[in-house]
């Protein structure tokens, strides 16, 4: 039987990458709907910004070094090639499903502004659940080692995780236009004009043919 009664997460302390109330939401919503029951509290680490370092860091630092020393890419399969090599790779909407964390957090939460906290300034933030296991209570600590602050709920007035339908992100992202010709234009001048028989190309080529966009182009 499992007795773990915390979970400590630690990751970047950057507000794009993980320090925004959408991570919290996708904390909060898994911590009361489909964590183990014998999970009481969740610790999210934010080590201070260019002046920490976790594990993972350096697999990226290795990974980026590598991709510098490739002058051309052909593929995206390269990509996953190398990465195969330092971790797991999943593909977004095939292994698992993306979710539109961000619209469930915009209506869910109060904005960070309003916190009785200051988000950017804690170091940690602790999530336990309240008495009647309804909602979750969130902490800013603006230390590590200890916890002072008094736990509340960051949800707006009425809103309950019991019943939040989080819709699906739909898979692809639409190519614009100017990218369609820049992209075209790389591909003319380290392949030339024939660059569409090259079978190794065949990702580019596909791409093209389900767009709509006019061969010829210039960056405005």
């Keep these: 039987m499992d007795t773990t009664t915390t979970v400590r997460l630690f990751s970047d302390g950057c507000g794009r990458q993980n320090r925004n109330k959408t991570v919290i939401v996708m904390i909060l ?99 336990t659940n309240s008495k009647t296991n309804t909602f979750a209570l969130v902490c800013g600590e603006p230390f590590y080692n200890f916890e002072s602050g008094q736990p509340k709920s960051l949800c707006k007035r009425g809103k309950t995780f019991r019943h939040t339908q989080i819709p699906d992100v739909p898979k692809g992202v639409p190519l614009k236009p100017v990218k369609f010709c820049d992209v075209k234009r790389l591909l003319v001048l380290h392949f030339g004009e024939e660059w569409d028989n090259n079978p190794k190309l065949e990702f580019f080529k596909n791409v093209f043919e389900e767009e709509s966009f006019p061969t010829e182009g210039r960056r405005e």
Excluded at 41 to 48: D, F, H, S, T
Excluded at 103 to 120: G, I
Aim: charged residues 25%; hydrophobic residues 40%.
């Design 29 to 127: 919503h898994w911590f009361l709907l489909e964590a183990p029951l014998h999970i009481e509290k969740i610790e999210i680490w934010l080590p201070i910004v260019e002046h920490s370092f976790i594990s993972t860091d350096r697999i990226f630092g290795h990974l980026e070094r590598v991709f510098h020393s490739r002058s051309v890419i052909e593929t995206p399969d390269e990509y996953v090639k190398v990465i195969k090599k330092h971790g797991t790779v999943t593909h977004l909407g095939e292994d698992y499903p993306v979710k539109d964390w961000k619209t469930c957090a915009d209506e869910m939460l109060r904005n960070p502004a309003t916190w009785y906290f200051q988000f950017q300034k804690a170091k940690k933030i602790v999530v």
